[in-house]
Structures are given as structure tokens and as C-alpha cells.
């Protein structure tokens, strides 16, 4: 079999490669997406002191490490049986909108803008940021950074620092904020919104004035049919820091709405020994392997999935986004991976004006942010929304609060075994008997992974992500046959 | 010499003013003891900072000794209360590190104990042997 | 001045250093002045053949970040050495292990086995490992070896300066880059934050240091005003570099040491022992016996980025 290897796989939080094997005819046979790194966390833990885990969990990822933060303090609370104070609680979403907002930035303005303001067979020279800002103007990318910059300032005052906060404890926050740094946030959150608006118009005018794009993002070499999974509040609108979790099938019907406690009954981890990453798949529909449809198990988190399992969204602009989304794709659910996109900017949407919302709530600079926990600890599941989906945090400790055992399903890791059916649907739709592997096939094979939001989008922004990129093709005697390039410099 | 051959590397720190002179007085006395304890003259107990100890395991020690006045004789009044914090505390630590508790002991020896000394000596030297040489592997089997 | 040639890399790590070198904002407008980036995963597209590539020695700068805890890791490490003038060993993971390192209190054994086996949430009846080499019906995948202990960079390639910080602070990395602008980087070997421990740089009021008892974070409230260690919360400060602006203090939060020892301090989490041991004011035996009871976790506590630059490394099994 011929093989086409891509190591590394770059621009996403960590590390992997893809190997694609062609049968003799030259269609893809198989693509496999392989996960090099492991670190440990679920073992590493253990004998730590229960309240360290909101200070060590985030180094899981420092792109979104807030999601870990609160995810991992949401379980503390349950491990010590403790409720917050209302205030504590406020503050948290409002740190947490904030993270969202960062994230879902860096995102779409670095990885996904340029695919769309271009196009995905642009010459890649121009097909990025700087090609954007160029396209649309160089305020741009200024606003890009102020926003994102507002974005991590909000989570620094209240956190200590943006990228590994130390806020989160067992019962409340470490510190209340002033009614001075309250004042702050709500004229930035003020400016989050008008922000997030002008994304979705520029998502409008850019690629939903395109047929072109419309037809990719609608077309069949980019769908799969899955089952989806997210967050949601008492109303079954999206909630990115608390809710019970909600699935549905492939139709769009719910079939499971969980406490995170019971994430047990629902969710189990699939093991191949060709990566490190497990595969997370739905328990009552079983593994049946990497395919589609009702009978298989694999399911998708993050935006779009957010989206498909919700009723709505809980703020009045990001809910006509919402309706305007599902209006243009042909109702729910959408199977479209690249809807992902848009998707994010009707998040982005909500928490600009979630974080309005909190932070022009007086009762957020409240002092009183702290409760004592009182009660034995033994064992608690914490589950926030991350930007890249639903992350599971789950502690065992001793009766003092020393850790036994940790276990984690974390965001993007629910994804693994779709983004693999996506690369390797996208791989066979493109690359067909006979053809030769062009250099705007590969960016297409890598939009397909690039729209579940690899971590590391914000990194992006600012240098010219022109993706050069080499694939070599090797028979199966490891002849190189082909040598691929593209803006290697 | 033991059956098995192994002989553990033991490092005493002894101060100044009691257990040194301890130390002396069995010497003088000609008290049988296990040679395995290679001694470290310093002036207090209160001395003896933790990374001494970490140094002497990962230079090869199998144990170590830390001997200092008995509590409320120390010849500058607080130290061996130092020692009695920071050695309780650090064999507390040294076993998550996997280093069984009695491998370091600490304990007060007067300069006129020569017999408590060897006692002491034997003592460590019997139980570090049965512990077995401690591993100085500091990558471990796998890379 | 032509343009330096920088490469920016990653190995055991979370991505957060890479965050921490845009959250620089509009400034990294002139870090793109001053260099061409030849390699950065998570931002460009340069593969490993392209380093390979590359004369000895034609990248001038290489910001490392992560610790060394697989095969690939090392090799990309050494490949990178001998690419690179300068090797900079970038936040508290290359420099020091970091929480990765923490790893190092448990083996690779260990850890597949709680991760592939053990884990509440796996189905995994064929006991199925990860392989380093893998037949599949289309042919041979390969992944890296998995260390039993984690490395920092020091100790697989020479490394000329350290940046410390979980991630280094933002003042810290931009006095890196106008060092390199206008070639003024201090001599090699050095490390790159406050020469003296965090204590200096704490706005804290401090008193004296008598403590009788240790109270976890989230027993108490703390006194916003006055030190930590004085409000019987144990706090790094005192076995910690300064440099990193003290956030975590203002966040009213305890330091956990992620900018390594101060000068002259060979093993950070012995020089904390010490220094906690000897601000208790304990004489009694069953006293000390009850406040040593109360340090829940001394060496993730006072190791906690610092496995792999300590002197005992690791664990022994």
C-alpha cells in the first residue's frame, strides 16, 4: 500500500501525525490519526491533596487551562460536599465566559477565517491572518488582539494569571473582585459584545454570501452522522460552566440528559494500540469501530454539538444567531463538520453577552466568596464545557482529602474517533484512483480536522500561517514515489 | 561481613559537643561496632540540612545517621530542636520517595554515651542491611 | 540586522508557554521584525525533515518549551541542539520538569496501567496497550517510547539560558527579545528572573515567622494583608526565584514554586523542608509529631514543579 505521512500534525495543542494508506487503485483504504504524547495526569495525581488539583490539572492545557480550573474546583466541591456562596458562583461564570471568549477568538479569526476569506484552494501565500487583515483591513487584527487581550485581563484580575489561574477552591474563590474591577469588566464585556457581533456579520458577508462556501460547508465529503453531546442548563440552553449533560441521535431526539455524577452509565473509553488518546464512545450504543450513523457509539462535542443538543441559547442575540444558523442549514440536527465554525461564533455570541450580563450584576463584587467545607471528603465529578467540548473531572480522596484515584475524559479526546472518520472521509471524498495528491487537496483533508478547533488556534493570529507543508508518498517498500511541497522556504 | 556480601554505606553526622564526642569515647574504649558508619563532624545537629541528606542517597549512601544532644542540652540551646523538626518531617517526604523510614534515624547521643553510640551504629547497620542497598536508578527501566 | 532565524518548540507540555509568547499582544509585531520562526507546531506548518534539513548551527535562537518524557522528545531536543546556536530552556517544564514531572512519583507501569486498565470509564477487555510498533492491516504504526521518568532539557542537550515560569510572565519574555534585538543576552548559563526568592518581591506584611499549626488553603480565609506563611499556609516564597511579578499571591493564593530555586539553592524542595520545619514553633515530640502530620504532602507540595531538577530525581520503585 502506498502511505502519506504527516508528522507533525501542526497547528493544534499537542502533538500528532496521520498516516493515510492508498490501495493499489489509489483510493485512501484507511487514515489513522495517531496521538504520540501522554503525561500521566490520572496517575501523577494520586497522594496529592484534593484543593492542588484546580493548580495542577490546568497543565493538562494551557490554551484552555481555565476549563480544567473550573472543572476540576466544580469537583472539589463535590468531593467536600460544600456549596459556594451565590457570589462565588457568579464569578466563576464570569471568569469563565471570559476564557471562552479568548478561546473562541483565537480560533476562528487564526484557523478558520483565512480558509473561508480566501477560500481553501487560495494560493496559500495568501491563505492567512495576514491575508485576512490585507482582505479586510488592517483594524482587524487590532481588534483581534484587544478582544482577545480583554478576554485574558478579565480572567488575570481575577485569577492571578490568565493562563494557570489560582482562584478555584473547595467552597468559593480565593478572592472577591471590587466594585472598581467589577466597572472594568462591564465596559470591556460591553465591547466583547459589539465584537462578537461584527464576527458573526463578517462570517455572513465573507462566507455566507459565498455559494462556493455554503456548497463545502453543506457538502457530503465534510458530514458525518453522529450522535452529539453538551452541556445545558434547567431551560436546555447552552451552558458552558453548569447544567446537566444532554445527548442526542443522529435525528436530532434526545436519548440521555445526565448529572455529571451519573457520567459513568453513559460515557466509556475505547483503547487502540496505534495511539495514546483513547476513544470515548457512547456505553448504551457500544463500540461498533470508526463509522457513522444511529448504531455506532462515537459521538461529537464542542460548538456545533453544543448547539445540536440545546433548545436555544439563553441570551437574546446569540439566540437569533441560533435560529438564523439552523434556519440556513436545513434544520437540526446539522451534521456538517465545518458548521463547527459557525457554530463557535454564535458561542462567542452568548459569552460576550453572558459576560455583560454578569458582570453588570452587583452581586458578582460581592465579598463574601468564600464557604468553609465542613464535611468528610470522599468523591465528586465536576463537568464544565472547554471551548473544544465537554470535560470530565473525577476524584477519589481519602477521608482527609488526599487523592486515590482521578479519572478524566477530557474535551477534544471525545472527539478523537470522529476526527479520524473525518479526515479519512474527507481523505477518500478528495483523493480518488489516478489523481495526483495536489497542495489544495491537503488543505482541504486538513480542514476536516482543523474545524473540531485544535487547541492552539490563538497561536496563530499574528505570524504568516501559510501551513507549508511536505507529504512524502512511499510505496510499500518505502521508495519514495512523490514529493509534495508547498511554501517551504 | 554479611552472607549476602552487602554492606551498607551508612553517613553519620555527629555535632560537635555531644555525639561526636560520643562517638570519641567508644573509640577510646575500644567498643565493638558495625565499621559500616562513615562519621561527618559538624557543630550542631541543627546543622544538618535536609539536601545533606538527599546528597549522601544519591552519592550512595544506604542510610544515614543523624545524632545530636538530647533535647535541652544543646550547647547553642535551640538547635537539636531544629533537627527535631526537620528530620521528622523530611523521612515523612523521603518515603513518598520510596526510601523506607529506616534508612535515616535520628536520635541524641551525650559525649559521655560511648556505649549508646555503638549501640545505636549497630543498630541502623542491622536494619539497612536487611533493607538492602538502596536503588540509584535514576531512570528507571523504561528510557 | 538581518533577521534571526528562532524556532519555537514543544515536548512535554501544555501549550500554555506558546500562549504566554502571543499574550506579548501587538509586541509579537516586532518579534516578527526581528525573526523569521522556521519551526513552531502550533502555529506553522514545518515538519521535522525541514530542521533535518537545515546546517548546524543556522537557528539562532530556539525557544524549548516542555519537559523530556518520550523518545520523539529527546531526539527532537538533541536534533534541535545541533540545529541551534542557542538552546533556551523555556518555562518551568524544560527548566526544571514541571507538573509532568510529578510523574516522576510513579513509572510508565504504572501510569498505562491506571490509564488503558484501571480508569472507571475504560472498556477494555482485550487489555490493549499503546505500541511503540503496531502491524494494522495496511501496514507498520509506530509511536514513541514512553519514559518511566521525566527529563528536563539540561539533561539531555546543553542548554545556554532559562527562562523559568508556569508560563514565563510576559515583562520577562519581552526583555528576552530586546536582549536578542539589540544582542545583549547575559552570559550563558544564567537564568532569566530576579536573582533573588519571591519573598523580596511580596507586597505582604511580614512579622515574624512563628507558626504552631498548618492549615490547608481552603480551611481558611486568609488575611489578605499578611504573609502566608505567618497565617500557618505553606508558601514557596521563601525557596523561590522571584521575577514572576508575585500574581498568585495577589490572587490571595499560596506559591507553589514554579520559578525554581534562587541562586545558589541546589535542591528547592530540601530548602523548603528547612525552611518550614524551622518557622514551627514546636518543641514538645508528640507536638512535632502532629504538625508534621498536618503537611499533607511535603514532596508534591515542595516539589511540585521541581521533580526533575532535584536531587533525587524520582521515586524509587
Known amino acids: 500500500m502506498k502511505r502519506i505521512t504527516i508528522d507533525p500534525i501542526t497547528r493544534l495543542e499537542g502533538h500528532g501525525k496521520i498516516e493515510l494508506f492508498l490501495d493499489d487503485d489509489g483510493n485512501v483504504a484507511n487514515a489513522y490519526l495517531q496521538i504520540p504524547e501522554l503525561r500521566g495526569f490520572e496517575k501523577f495525581c494520586e497522594g496529592r491533596p484534593v484543593e492542588e488539583l484546580p493548580r495542577i490539572t490546568p497543565r493538562i492545557c494551557g490554551v484552555c487551562p481555565s476549563a480544567h480550573h473550573m472543572a476540576s474546583t466544580k469537583a472539589t466541591d463535590a468531593v467536600y460536599h460544600v456549596n459556594p456562596p451565590p457570589a462565588a458562583k457568579k464569578l466563576r461564570e464570569l471568569y469563565y465566559c471570559a476564557h471562552m471568549c479568548h478561546s473562541h477568538i483565537a480560533h476562528f479569526y487564526a484557523l478558520a477565517a483565512p480558509d473561508f476569506v480566501l477560500g481553501p484552494t487560495a494560493d496559500p501565500a495568501e491563505r492567512n491572518i495576514l491575508g485576512v487583515v490585507a482582505r479586510v483591513g488592517l483594524e482587524i487584527g487590532g481588534e483581534v488582539i484587544k478582544h482577545r487581550a480583554y478576554a485574558q485581563e478579565i480572567q488575570a484580575v481575577i485569577g492571578g494569571k490568565a493562563t494557570h489561574s489560582v482562584c478555584g477552591l473547595p467552597g468559593g474563590m480565593s478572592r472577591a473582585i471590587t466594585e472598581e474591577e467589577r466597572a472594568v469588566f462591564e465596559e470591556k464585556a460591553k465591547s466583547m459584545v459589539e465584537f462578537a457581533k461584527f464576527s458573526l456579520k463578517l462570517f455572513d458577508d465573507v462566507v455566507l454570501a459565498n455559494k462556493g462556501y455554503v456548497d463545502l460547508i453543506t457538502g457530503d465529503i465534510y458530514t458525518m452522522q453522529s450522535y452529539y453531546m453538551g452541556m445545558v442548563d434547567a431551560n436546555n440552553k447552552v451552558n458552558f460552566y453548569d447544567g446537566n449533560i444532554r445527548v442526542v441521535d443522529p435525528e436530532g431526539k434526545e436519548v440521555a440528559k445526565f448529572k455529571p455524577a451519573d457520567y459513568l452509565d453513559y460515557v466509556a473509553e475505547h483503547t487502540e494500540p496505534w495511539s495514546y488518546l483513547k476513544f470515548p464512545f457512547l456505553k448504551k450504543v457500544g463500540w461498533k469501530g470508526f463509522v457513522e450513523g444511529k448504531e455506532s457509539g462515537v459521538y461529537r ?83 464544565v464545557e472547554a471551548p473544544r467540548g465537554t470535560l470530565f473531572h473525577h476524584y477519589q480522596t481519602d477521608e482527609r482529602g488526599i487523592v486515590k484515584k482521578v479519572n478524566l475524559i477530557v474535551a477534544t479526546g471525545n472527539n478523537h474517533a470522529a476526527i479520524c472518520m473525518s479526515i479519512k472521509k474527507a481523505a477518500q471524498g478528495l483523493i480518488k484512483a489516478g489523481q495526483v495528491v495536489s497542495e489544495g487537496l491537503l488543505n482541504m483533508v486538513e480542514m476536516a480536522f482543523r474545524a473540531y478547533d485544535p487547541c492552539m488556534a490563538c497561536a496563530t493570529h499574528t505570524l504568516p500561517g501559510q501551513m507549508p507543508l511536505e507529504v512524502i508518498i512511499r510505496d510499500h517498500q518505502g521508495n519514495v514515489l512523490q514529493t509534495l511541497s508547498r511554501n517551504l522556504s | 561481613m554479611n552472607k549476602d556480601g552487602f554492606e551498607p554505606k551508612i553517613v553519620g553526622f555527629c ?70 523538626r526537620r528530620i521528622p518531617l523530611l523521612k515523612k517526604m523521603l518515603g513518598q520517595f520510596g526510601i523506607e523510614d529506616e534508612r535515616v534515624r535520628l536520635d541524641w547521643v551525650s559525649a559521655s554515651e560511648g556505649d549508646r553510640f555503638t549501640k545505636i551504629v549497630n543498630e541502623i547497620t542491622a536494619k539497612v542491611k536487611e533493607l538492602g542497598p538502596l536503588s540509584r536508578d535514576e531512570r528507571g527501566p523504561n528510557g | 540586522m538581518a533577521k534571526l532565524k528562532l524556532a519555537l518548540y514543544w515536548a512535554a507540555s501544555c501549550g500554555g508557554c506558546d500562549v504566554a509568547v502571543l499574550d506579548v499582544n501587538e509586541k509579537i509585531l516586532d518579534v516578527a521584525e526581528l525573526a523569521d520562526i522556521v519551526l513552531w507546531p502550533v502555529a506553522l506548518d514545518f515538519k521535522y525533515h525541514h530542521i533535518q534539513a537545515m546546517d548546524d548551527g543556522s537557528i539562532d535562537v530556539c525557544l524549548f518549551n516542555g519537559a523530556v518524557r518520550n523518545s520523539e522528545q529527546e531526539n527532537i531536543a538533541k536534533l534541535l541542539r545541533q540545529k541551534s546556536k542557542v538552546m533556551v530552556a523555556f518555562g518551568s517544564c524544560a527548566c526544571f520538569g514541571g507538573i509532568p514531572a510529578l510523574g516522576n512519583f510513579t513509572n510508565r507501569d504504572e501510569i498505562f496501567q491506571r490509564a488503558y486498565i484501571e480508569a472507571p470509564s475504560n472498556d477494555n477487555h482485550s487489555s490493549t496497550f499503546p505500541q511503540t510498533s503496531i502491524e494494522v492491516a495496511e501496514g507498520e504504526l509506530e509511536l514513541p517510547q514512553f519514559y518511566d521518568t521525566v527529563l528536563a532539557l539540561a539533561d539531555v542537550v546543553g542548554v545556554e539560558y532559562f527562562m523559568p515560569g508556569c508560563p514565563p510572565p510576559v515583562d520577562l519574555i519581552l526583555k528576552v527579545v530586546d536582549a536578542l534585538a539589540t544582542d545583549s543576552l547575559p552570559p550563558p548559563g544564567s537564568i532569566i528572573a530576579s536573582e533573588k526568592t519571591l519573598c523580596d518581591e511580596c507586597e505582604r506584611k511580614k512579622e515574624e515567622k512563628k507558626i504552631t499549626k498548618i492549615y490547608r488553603p481552603h480551611q481558611v480565609i486568609p488575611d489578605p494583608e499578611k504573609c502566608l506563611l505567618e497565617q500557618g499556609i505553606i508558601c514557596l516564597g521563601p525557596a523561590t526565584r522571584g521575577g514572576c511579578g508575585q500574581r498568585c499571591i495577589q490572587a490571595n493564593m499560596p506559591c507553589r514554586g514554579c520559578f525554581g530555586p534562587p541562586e545558589g539553592v541546589y535542591d528547592q524542595g530540601a530548602k523548603m523542608l528547612s525552611a518550614l520545619a524551622s518557622i514551627c514553633d514546636v518543641k514538645d515530640e508528640a507536638e512535632v509529631a502532629r504538625i508534621v502530620d498536618e503537611v499533607v504532602d511535603p514532596a508534591g507540595t515542595f516539589y511540585r514543579f521541581g521533580m526533575s531538577s532535584s536531587m533525587l530525581k524520582r521515586k524509587r520503585m
Request: a neutral charge; charged letters at 20%; proline letters at 6%.
Open chain 1, 301 to 383: 462535542v464542542a460548538p456545533l454539538a453544543r448547539l445540536n443538543v440545546a433548545d436555544g441559547m439563553a441570551t437574546p442575540i446569540a439566540q437569533e444567531a441560533y435560529e438564523r444558523m439552523y434556519q440556513t442549514l436545513g434544520g437540526k440536527p446539522v451534521h456538517a463538520t465545518l458548521a463547527m465554525h459557525w457554530a463557535r461564533l454564535v458561542e462567542l455570541m452568548y459569552a460576550a453577552e453572558r459576560l455583560l450580563e454578569l458582570s453588570q450584576d452587583k452581586e458578582v463584587a460581592d465579598p463574601n466568596v468564600r464557604t468553609i467545607p465542613t464535611a468528610t471528603p470522599d468523591e465528586g465529578v465536576g463537568v
Open chain 2, 15 to 84: 555535632c560537635n559537643w555531644c555525639s561526636y564526642r560520643g562517638a570519641d569515647m567508644a573509640g577510646t574504649a575500644r567498643m565493638k561496632s558495625a565499621p559500616n558508619v562513615r562519621i561527618v563532624r559538624v557543630m550542631c545537629s541543627g546543622r544538618v540540612d535536609p539536601v545533606f541528606v538527599l546528597k549522601a542517597f544519591k552519592e550512595g549512601a544506604d542510610g544515614v545517621l543523624i545524632l545530636g544532644c538530647h533535647p535541652g542540652d544543646c550547647h547553642y540551646a535551640e538547635g537539636n530542636y531544629k533537627a527535631a
